[in-house]
């Protein structure tokens, strides 16, 4: 990862895609919605359905949007047709999965006293995985880090932190296995590869472009990351894919 580093904004999209593919690979809360204090707060904008599709057309299909959230629950924001959509860190992958329970019922009741102990938990079952949000419980984060990590051991299970969130998760999938199989496809290969995310869990994805060779674009404070580039916030990603 880049350390200390005041990365510079990227350059005009326009002129990436003179002469050469370019395949496009963007996260959604964080990056193209500002995060809200419940996942379901979000704030869509009335037009992203067609900004998304303007910008599939402009490169020839090689577009797709890769989310922590499930399919499903995307599905409710977005319309899907005609997209390339990945949820549940790189899970889901076409097809919305039927929910199971992504851990023990020993497991499943840990949590759950967790969110008796701080009411403000959210606690957001997935078809593979289960998140703990603590948004409004910010004390709780000390308490949080230690059962999920526990419960990640234990179950065999990923623990991934996010802003405010801690997910568990299978180990063998992550937004860097989805985009490398995305680019091996004949629709994205050859391509180079452009990642925009705004998380610490999107840094699979940063790492990924970089071994096809591309470049990944943080959204946010600078922090250390695997990215080359940096936008201020979802606003200022609009901007940048509109030019």
């Known amino acids: 990862m880049h350390k200390n580093l005041d990365l510079p904004p990227p350059p005009p999209l326009a002129e990436l895609v003179v002469g050469r593919p370019v395949a496009l690979f963007l996260d959604f809360d964080g990056t193209l919605v500002e995060i809200a204090d419940t996942p379901g707060g979000i704030a869509v904008p009335a037009d992203l359905d067609a900004r998304l599709h303007r910008l599939r057309d402009r490169l020839d299909g090689r577009l797709a949007i890769v989310s922590g959230r499930s399919l499903a629950d995307l599905g409710q924001f977005l319309e899907v047709r005609d997209l390339i959509i990945v949820g549940s860190h790189g899970a889901e992958m076409g097809e919305v999965a039927a929910p199971a329970p992504p851990i023990s019922p020993a497991g499943r009741a840990r949590i759950d006293d967790l969110a008796r102990r701080w009411p403000g938990i959210l606690v957001e079952t997935k078809p593979h995985g289960i998140a703990v949000h603590y948004r409004q419980e910010p004390d709780a984060a000390p308490s949080v880090f230690v059962l999920m990590d526990e419960l990640a051991e234990s179950e065999g299970l ?71 580039f940096r936008l201020d916030n979802p606003t200022e990603v609009h901007r940048w894919l509109n030019r």
């Open 158 to 228: 990923a623990p991934r932190r996010g802003k405010m969130v801690v997910e568990l998760g299978p180990r063998c999938t992550h937004k860097g296995t989805a985009v490398a199989a995305l680019l091996a496809t004949p629709g994205f290969e050859g391509a180079t590869p452009w990642f925009i995310g705004d998380d610490v869990t999107d840094e699979d994805g940063f790492a990924a472009v970089l071994d096809g060779r591309g470049h990944g674009i943080l959204v946010g404070p600078q922090r250390p990351t695997a990215a080359d």
